[in-house]
Structures are given as structure tokens and as C-alpha cells.
């Protein structure tokens, strides 16, 4: 899988919840609208905040400079991360697994995507995307976790998400790139 990160060698400390972070979103701040977060330092946008990597070979680095060490490298462009602080030019990142590094601020897209994620006690290997936002509404799709969507739209508890071969709703929760009860036009 090309979304992988690849390790240049160096030690890495992985502060990977990921139960927490994937399915429960820990430490995520309840949303109802973006403009309710604090403004980050650098850009005057809410900090914390979900991006996307913008090219397919990105840098992630030890910290805010092109002096620190790279860590590893993204090979895939759209994948969702989250912003979780600001210095000058510098993000520092949060990826779904849990990872956090530093990158440059224009290797990151405002384009949002997201990356299907299952329940906690999946009894099923999909994850379903409907036809429409509804509980009730026909199959669309039955996605794996792990596809990679783009985020067109959420209303709080259903996200439109349309990638290669789908496009339908999926239940918000069941996302790793949107806040709960976030609203996305």
C-alpha cells in the first residue's frame, strides 16, 4: 500500500493511541462549527484543524526547521492529517496512526479527505456508504477501512464521501479526517 509511511532508519517515538484516536477521536474538541477553535499563530486558522498532504513524496521532520532530521516520508498525496500546532512556516502534524511530525506549510492542501475507519466491535469486514443520509437509505457501497474518500460535505452525523469507484454517505463517526458533529460545505 502506497499510503504507508516509509522510515528513513532513525528511532521514531510513536505516540499511537489509536483506538482512541481513530475510533474515539480522544483529545478531538466537540465541534459544531470550525470558528469556535482558537486561531493558530502563524496562519490565523483553528488549530487544531484537518488537511491533506498536497504531493506525493512529504518530508516529515523532528521539528521546525529544515536542520531537523527527517523522520519519515509520506508517499501519497490526499491522505488526511490533522494539524495540531502552528511555528512561522512549520505544522506540526498528527497522522491516523497516531504519528506526529513537523512539515513545511505548503506541502499541505486544504482539501479534505478522510480515511474509513471501522467500529469498535465490527462484527462486519465493511463499513456501509449510502445511498443517502439516512439510517434507511440503500447500499451505495461497502467500503474496507483504510479507502481513502474526499470529504464534499457533513452535516453532523453523515459526511458525503466520493472517491475512485464510490460515492455516497457515511455515518461521521466512521471517519478518521472529520471532527465529531463538525459541518463541512
Known amino acids: 500500500m502506497n499510503w504507508v509511511r516509509r522510515s528513513t ?6 505516540a499511537t493511541a489509536l483506538i482512541g484516536a481513530v475510533l474515539g477521536h ?9 470558528s469556535d ?9 483553528p488549530v487544531p484543524r484537518f488537511v491533506s498532504i498536497k504531493a506525493d513524496r512529504v ?13 519519515w516520508v509520506y508517499t501519497r498525496a490526499g491522505l488526511p492529517v490533522e494539524i495540531i500546532a502552528e511555528f512561522e512556516n512549520w505544522r506540526r502534524i498528527r497522522d491516523w496512526e497516531g504519528a506526529e511530525g513537523w512539515v513545511y506549510h505548503s506541502l499541505l492542501s486544504g482539501k479534505r ?3 474509513v475507519v471501522a467500529p469498535a466491535k465490527a462484527s462486519a469486514d465493511f463499513v456501509l456508504l449510502l445511498a443517502k443520509a439516512a439510517a ?12 481513502l474518500g474526499i470529504v464534499k460535505s457533513c452535516g453532523g ?8 469507484g464510490f460515492d455516497g454517505w457515511i455515518a461521521q463517526d466512521r ?9 463541512v460545505e
Open 136 to 147: 434507511d437509505a440503500g447500499v451505495a457501497a461497502k467500503l474496507q477501512p483504510g479507502v
Open 157 to 164: 452525523r453523515w459526511c458525503r464521501l466520493v472517491g475512485s
Open 26 to 34: 480522544a483529545g478531538a474538541p466537540a465541534m459544531g462549527a470550525v
Open 37 to 45: 477553535l482558537p486561531a493558530g499563530s502563524a496562519s490565523g486558522l
Open 9 to 14: 532508519g532513525r528511532k521514531r517515538v510513536w
Open 175 to 183: 471517519l478518521w479526517g472529520v471532527y465529531p458533529n463538525e459541518k
Open 113 to 115: 479527505t478522510a480515511i
Open 59 to 71: 518530508n516529515v521532520r523532528a521539528g521546525p526547521t529544515r536542520d531537523h532530521d527527517v523522520t
